[in-house]
């Protein structure tokens, strides 16, 4: 049972650089999550998707783009990364539906994204 | 919008001491109420919930919240603190008759003094 998996666990770019943080989870969720975590600041929501083929700003979208390509993956992309953008970057999933119940969110294990 | 209010973002107690890590929430209808637990490298580990019902909730490790509509609270509470409970806690709400997101607070990390 793999849960939430997001790739890769490291990376270091150099400012001005695009990459693309990949998640995918296996619980046939619908809802899922990219967070930021920073010492002192907790977690901050990027961007969250409720369903397949919607997505909405949270917190601290600035700088990010998303793409919910199916139930399963949503890829969170830095299209020209800027070292304000070092963190810890987890992905989480959820199932919010009163007809379907509700669950907890559950997280990948962070991938941590060093800018220089 | 809801949100979370962790006091302290730091808090510590010796071993075999009572543990109380604050949170206080804002929402306008009953939320979902959740405590998540980090160690050092790892992804967040659910410790507990409440949604519905029961309003003292028991979670892994022996620890225990309790949802308090009036004081909007949801403080975390363990009887006895163990070496291995120091790690980083974080509150977080959830509002499912809004935007259903889950907003979390800003964490309290627990140093346990031998």
């Known amino acids: 049972n793999a849960g939430v998996t997001q790739t890769p666990k490291f990376q270091v770019l150099k400012t001005g650089q695009s990459m693309t943080l990949q998640c995918a989870q296996d619980m046939n969720h619908n809802s899922m999550y990219w967070y930021r975590q920073d010492p002192g600041m907790g977690l901050r929501l990027i961007y969250y998707s409720a369903s397949e083929g919607t997505t909405d700003k949270g917190e601290v979208p600035n700088g990010y783009n998303v793409s919910r390509l199916n139930k399963r993956e949503f890829s969170l992309r830095l299209e020209s990364a800027a070292p304000s953008q070092t963190s810890v970057y987890f992905c989480?999933?959820?199932?919010?539906?009163?007809?379907?119940?509700?669950?907890?969110?559950?997280f990948g294990q962070g991938t941590r994204l060093t800018v220089v | 919008a809801q949100s979370v209010t962790q006091l302290g973002s730091h808090v510590s107690v010796s071993e075999g001491a009572l543990v109380l890590l604050r949170c206080n929430y804002s929402s306008s209808v009953p939320p979902y109420l959740f405590w998540y637990v980090q160690y050092p490298n790892q992804g967040l580990q659910l410790l507990l919930k409440?949604?519905?019902?029961?309003?003292l909730v028991k979670g892994i490790n022996g620890f225990e919240a309790e949802f308090k509509k009036s004081e909007t609270s949801f403080h975390l509470t363990k009887p006895s603190a163990h070496m291995s409970d120091a790690a980083e806690y974080f509150c977080?709400?959830?509002?499912?008759?809004?935007?259903?997101?889950?907003?979390f607070g800003k964490g309290t990390r627990l140093h346990i003094l031998p």
């Open positions: 977080a709400v959830s509002d499912l008759n809004r935007d259903d997101k889950i907003i």
């Open positions: 409440y949604t519905t019902g029961a309003t």
């Open positions: 989480a999933s959820s199932e919010e539906s009163r007809d379907r119940g509700y669950t907890e969110a559950f």
